[in-house]
């Protein structure tokens, strides 16, 4: 069973950079073709995809947040990573890592979730 | 303002069924059968029930059936349960433009 796990601090300053870690366990990151993606849910509202990367290091990003984001990968650690940066109090959301999201992939979905962590942007 | 329209809310009782709306356009909805439907638990992660428009997960429960006509998909649950109770949000890709886009949610709330 593939397990997601989210880590990274939960309070972040404006105009500052956040950094999340997704850790992958049950499976490697490499393996089945699968691509891997963050999503966010601002408080009370729906989802927003942010972005895929491959274990090969191929990313795709959301055109509206693609300026700021980048997302990283780990192998060795069976890790994938989001940085967002400049970010203001509308990036304060609860963020997930989860498996899937490649249109043309094994899994044209998201199957496999973290928890989730809440990200809170003040000063 | 979210991508996909769904109702806000739908209520039904137990051991009827209720159908949610997801309607979006022909960018979206309308040219892909890449419409999927997520259960979420207050405090808990989205859980995947129908991927590809109508195929159900294994370990998901066959009151949950999906569909698609034109530019709209919907998500009917059987049988209603008061475990059912929760947000259910739909996705749909959209191309290579805007890849993945998601519905506002809809509150089912089991009578």
């Known amino acids: 069973q593939v397990q997601l796990q989210e880590s990274g601090p939960g309070l972040v300053k404006p105009s500052q950079t956040l950094s999340l870690t997704c850790t992958v366990s049950g499976g490697s990151i490499s393996s089945g073709g699968y691509y891997w993606s963050w999503i966010r849910q601002h408080p009370g509202k729906g989802l927003e995809w942010i972005g895929y990367?491959?274990?090969?290091?191929?990313?795709y990003y959301n055109p509206s947040l693609k300026s700021r984001v980048t997302i990283s990968v780990d192998t060795s650690k069976n890790q994938f990573s989001l940085k967002l940066s400049s970010v203001t109090a509308a990036d304060t959301a609860v963020y997930y890592c989860?498996?899937?999201?490649?249109?043309?992939?094994?899994?044209?979905?998201?199957?496999?979730w973290g928890q989730g962590t809440l990200v809170t942007v003040s000063s | 303002q979210s991508a996909l329209t769904q109702p806000a809310s739908v209520s039904g009782s137990p051991g009827q069924s209720i159908t949610i709306s997801c309607t979006g356009t022909?960018?979206?909805?309308?040219?892909?059968?890449?419409v999927s439907w997520y259960q979420q638990h207050p405090g808990k992660a989205p859980k995947l029930m129908i991927y590809?428009?109508?195929k159900r997960p294994s370990g998901v429960s066959n009151r949950f059936s999906g569909s698609k006509s034109g530019n709209t998909a919907s998500l009917t649950i059987s049988g209603l349960q008061a475990e059912d109770e929760a947000d259910y949000y739909c996705c749909s890709y959209a191309g290579s433009s805007s890849n993945w886009v998601f519905g506002g949610g809809t509150k089912l709330t089991v009578l």
């Open positions: 990367i491959y274990y090969s290091g191929s990313t």
């Open positions: 989860a498996r899937g999201g490649y249109s043309y992939g094994p899994n044209p979905y998201f199957d496999y």
């Open positions: 022909s960018s979206d909805v309308g040219s892909y059968n890449l």
């Open positions: 590809e428009v109508s």
